[in-house]
């Protein structure tokens, strides 16, 4: 059973940080485009940074909105990759899902809350 497991959501301060973890069993998610969306209350699932699996030329894209601010990685020794969110914003509030794209099919984690608050 293929399963994607995202941690490390939270209440932060604006201006803080988090690190997001997705890690994956039953699949090698370095063989994967990895997405991190994310969805508000009340708003469309938004695309945060997508990467796919050639650790040479990830070919990194991000959202204008956190350009600058967010960071991702892999470490496929530990089947993972991470988000690293940096001077966070009280509108980068939201679920956070992590997304593989793989050949035969795509899979979802279940999602980290995020919440951005003074």
């Known amino acids: 059973q293929v399963q994607l497991v995202e941690s490390g959501g939270g209440l932060v301060q604006p201006g803080g940080s988090l690190r997001l973890s997705c890690t994956g069993s039953?699949?090698?998610?370095?063989?994967?485009?990895m997405r991190w969306w994310r969805q508000a209350p009340g708003k469309q699932r938004e695309l945060v940074a997508a990467?796919?699996?050639?650790?040479?030329?990830?070919?990194?894209k991000f959202a204008d909105s956190v350009k600058g601010r967010f960071a991702v990685s892999r470490d496929n020794a530990k089947n993972s990759v991470y988000l690293q969110m940096n001077n966070l914003k009280p509108e980068d509030t939201g679920v956070y899902y992590c997304?593989?794209?793989?050949?035969?099919?795509?899979?979802w984690g279940q999602g980290t809350q995020v919440t951005v608050s003074s």
């Open positions: 039953g699949i090698m998610i370095s063989n994967g485009e």
């Open positions: 990467f796919n699996a050639d650790e040479d030329d990830p070919d990194t």
């Open positions: 997304h593989g794209h793989f050949i035969l099919s795509d899979y």
